[in-house]
């Protein structure tokens, strides 16, 4: 299931990431591709919104379904760089979007570790796109962190 065009998306994801990096923000990215169209771009805003539930994911559905016009994105892929919390994949159940990419896995708080079955039933998913990279750019940040 993974091609090409995956790995673009998903560096795409990851210069979104990067913005949350600089802007102090726990570094995730998400886009959202539809009839390879990037119709949204977000990461994590949490710390300058002041608001926990401004998940980079959360900020993309809400972008998509404005630019798009509809709020159902069974025709969408979201990439997103790490692996979206229980939260956001039920979010994504609402949404119906069609496919989940995503990079690095979250052991800690992943929607998987407590069930796949909250996304939608015909919510395809592919992981592990670029983990290494998406992984290294959250251990620096928390690194970074430690330090100060």
């Not at 990851?14 to 591709?33: C, H, M, N, T």
């Not at 996304?119 to 992984?135: D, N």
Request: overall charge neutral; some cysteine; glycine content about 6%.
């Amino acid at each position: 299931m993974f091609d090409t065009s995956d790995e673009y998306y998903m560096r795409e994801a990851l210069k979104e990431a990067r913005k949350g990096f600089y802007s102090d923000e726990i570094p995730v990215g998400a886009i959202i591709v539809c009839n390879d169209r990037v119709v949204a771009r977000a990461y994590n805003n949490t710390e300058q919104l002041n608001d926990v539930t401004a998940h980079a994911e959360m900020l993309a559905f809400t972008s998509a379904t404005a630019t798009i016009g509809g709020k159902y994105l069974q025709n969408c892929t979201l990439y997103v760089t790490l692996e979206p919390c229980v939260m956001c994949a039920g979010a994504a159940a609402w949404t119906q979007i069609g496919r989940i990419v995503y990079g690095a896995s979250d052991e800690k708080r992943g929607y998987s570790k407590i069930s796949s079955s909250i996304l939608h039933p015909k919510t395809k998913v592919t992981s592990g796109i670029l983990a290494e990279e998406c992984e290294t750019l959250l251990k620096e940040f928390f690194a970074k962190k430690r330090k100060y």
